[in-house]
């Protein structure tokens, strides 16, 4: 029997979301480009960090939702979470989960912003 550790899942764990980091780097390079061409490397993993962080603050969990929400924060600002009312009313209501939080932003982003592209 396969026994882990706590220290052996937190590695796994720290391997997972730097992949997820370099793979959100591809992606914002290829879909994003114009929006992120002046940050470096180092500066894109850090918005991705914490972006995480802030998604993760949420409820929003799950690779996808969180790709969308980084997605969200390139085009609408990092701090589109308290700058916008309308966002920060979707995503402090406690009694949505994360998906739908996600899903109801997805309704409401068109009419705020009609020139936003969505890729997920």
Do not use: C
Request: proline fraction near 2%; aromatic fraction near 14%.
């Amino acid at each position: 029997m396969l026994t882990i550790n706590e220290a052996q899942l937190e590695a796994f764990q720290d391997i997972s979301i730097e992949r997820f980091k370099s793979r959100m780097i591809s992606f914002l390079t290829e879909f994003f480009f114009d929006a992120i061409e002046n940050q470096s490397e180092f500066e894109l993993k850090m918005f991705i960090a914490n972006s995480i962080e802030k998604a993760e603050a949420f409820g929003i969990d799950t690779e996808d939702d969180v790709q969308a929400f980084i997605v969200y924060a390139v085009q609408l600002g990092i701090n589109f979470d308290t700058k916008h009312s309308w966002a920060a009313k979707v995503l402090n209501n406690d009694n949505l989960l994360g998906s739908e939080k996600l899903e109801q932003l997805d309704l409401m982003i068109p009419a705020q912003y009609p020139t936003f592209v969505f890729h997920n």
